[in-house]
């Protein structure tokens, strides 16, 4: 059996490590804004990161499903028209995210990944 070697980082670690992270990906977090309310924002040097208190104002599922997403582009003009799939897979990592957000974000694999004809998107 491989060793398991494991570090526990304390509240002020863990801003700047999820600073390192985010040079190799998005890295979200439960931060408060200036009006108060606690959402799922990228980190930043500034953020103050969220873990007790107030509930984000909207679930982390807004970042895997916008409300708005290209799915194609287009290039050319008349008959020459070119269509080009868009992709946006960027890696991800999101802080935070309480218990029933997580598990109804495994429900929406099952509805979008685990048919016959899964979505691409």
């Known amino acids: ?48 990161l969220v873990f ?19 799915l194609f582009t287009f290039t050319g003009s008349g008959p020459a028209v070119a269509l080009q799939p868009v992709f946006n897979h960027e890696p991800a990592v999101i802080f935070g995210v309480r218990p029933c957000d997580g598990r109804a974000l495994r429900s929406l694999d099952n509805v979008f990944l685990r048919r016959r004809e899964t979505d691409a998107h």
């Open 52 to 70: 007790s208190g107030g509930r984000p104002v909207r679930g982390p599922k807004e970042h895997f499903m916008p409300q708005t997403d290209p």
């Open 1 to 48: 059996m491989a060793e398991i070697n494991a570090t526990m980082l304390g509240a002020s670690e863990l801003l700047p490590w999820a600073l390192r992270l985010a040079a190799s990906r998005r890295v979200l977090a439960p931060i408060a804004g200036t009006d108060g309310a606690v959402r799922y924002l990228p980190v930043s040097p500034d953020a103050t």
